[in-house]
């Protein structure tokens, strides 16, 4: 609420509610003080009348500020609420807060209508979701709040392509968004991952494993992955000897001298299945002196399934069924006989385990970090030799300088 003067006029500008009480004041003070009203009266019934206003003005404007902080703790409080609802699975519910909350005010907000566009996403009310994001892209002004939006409406495309005939247009629309995306944040490794995706879905293999390539990039170049880097040692991993798919046998002991990250998985794990265009890319982005992917099969006793399985989707690294889950549980991973998947497990030249990650932890933030830590010790002067020769790999596209 402001006031001033205009040609010996006093104007206020005050709240839209508030404004017929103002207004009845102003009159009633008005009509008190022109009864008196005389040419040589005149200026001393305006100073009257300007104090008059001033008083009631004043009178009023703790009450507005106090109305208009609770306004905003309100909304502050249904946009928490929200956020909670979003965590919790629950998005009808979390849509009902983020809508209250722009009723109360928030109508352009991008955090109310960002929040209201995730709930219309997980919900599959996918042309909505867009509309949503379409406000946020109007509101919001920095290159990763731009990258955010077009991510959500590339993710509606694809999850929408799914469901239709017409799918490839819907693909390729969805393509367009995740590349606007990197675009503008290079760094983005979840948009790269959905870029990925994107591309695989219309048979476009070699491009989609170029995206998976730059997700690894971007997530160790990503500075929200930063924390705890490099990983400090934990505990002595516990010796193991296993026979790989081809009947080589690796062991603990031959590993060392290198990285090694034990990626624990199933067939029936989506998760699991998920990130296997990463763990391919990722199989190979270092030399094997320096890096080692091992993939640890818990589909006991269906080892026949597990074999068609790794032969029809090329995994072309080291992959170990783990009968019983004998490995899995000599790590502690879960009490017997209970299985969480995935788990993957950092051990480090030494033998030694640097850290565990399971499946709430973004695969962004497990890639990142592991290369980080890789990349953070020099290099060993030569190849161990009791690596399996299959699993020497090749420098060609990926960054074995």
Request: hydrophobic share 40%; proline share 5%; charged share 20%.
């Amino acid at each position: 609420m402001t006031c001033g003067t205009t040609f010996g006029e006093i104007v206020c500008f005050i709240p839209k509610p508030y404004a017929p009480v103002v207004a009845r004041h102003l009159n009633q003070a008005w009509r008190k003080h022109k009864l008196s009203l005389g040419s040589a009266q005149n200026i001393m019934a305006v100073r009257h009348l300007a104090c008059s206003v001033l008083v009631f003005l004043l009178s009023i404007s703790g009450a507005l500020a106090q109305t208009g902080t609770a306004d905003s703790g309100s909304v502050d409080r249904e946009i928490q609420s929200g956020d909670t609802a979003l965590r919790q699975g629950k998005y009808a519910e979390a849509k009902q807060h983020f809508e209250q909350a722009e009723s109360m005010g928030g109508l352009h907000s991008a955090e109310i209508n960002a929040g209201i566009a995730i709930a219309e996403l997980q919900m599959g009310h996918y042309e909505a979701a867009r509309r949503r994001e379409a406000k946020v892209l109007q509101l919001v002004s920095s290159d990763h709040e731009r990258a955010e939006a077009h991510n959500i409406i590339g993710t509606a495309w694809l999850r929408e392509s799914a469901q239709s005939t017409a799918n490839m247009d819907k693909l390729r629309a969805a393509e367009e968004s995740f590349q606007r995306a990197v675009r503008l944040d290079p760094v983005f490794d979840a948009a790269y991952f959905n870029l990925g995706d994107a591309l695989l879905r219309q048979n476009r293999e070699a491009e989609g494993a170029g995206a998976f390539k730059n997700f690894i990039e971007a997530a160790a170049k990503n500075p929200a992955y930063e924390q705890d880097i490099p990983i400090a040692p934990q505990t002595l991993a516990p010796a193991f000897t296993v026979t790989d798919s081809e009947g080589r046998v690796v062991s603990s002991e031959s590993l060392r001298g290198r990285f090694v990250l034990l990626d624990y998985w199933a067939t029936w794990c989506s998760p699991c299945i998920r990130a296997l265009p990463v763990l391919r890319q990722f199989a190979h982005y270092f030399p094997p002196s320096q890096f080692t992917l091992i993939s640890v099969n818990e589909n006991s006793p269906d080892q026949e399934v597990w074999g068609k399985f790794i032969a029809r989707e090329k995994m072309d690294w080291i992959q170990v069924w783990d009968k019983n889950g004998e490995m899995y549980h000599s790590f502690g991973l879960a009490p017997r006989p209970y299985l969480s998947l995935p788990r993957y497990v950092l051990l480090d030249r030494n033998g030694i385990v640097r850290r565990v990650y399971n499946g709430t932890d973004r695969l962004g933030l497990v890639v990142g970090q592991i290369v980080r830590t890789v990349t953070a010790v020099p290099k060993p002067p030569q190849e161990p030799a009791s690596l399996p020769s299959k699993h020497k790999a090749s420098c060609e596209g990926a960054p074995c300088e």
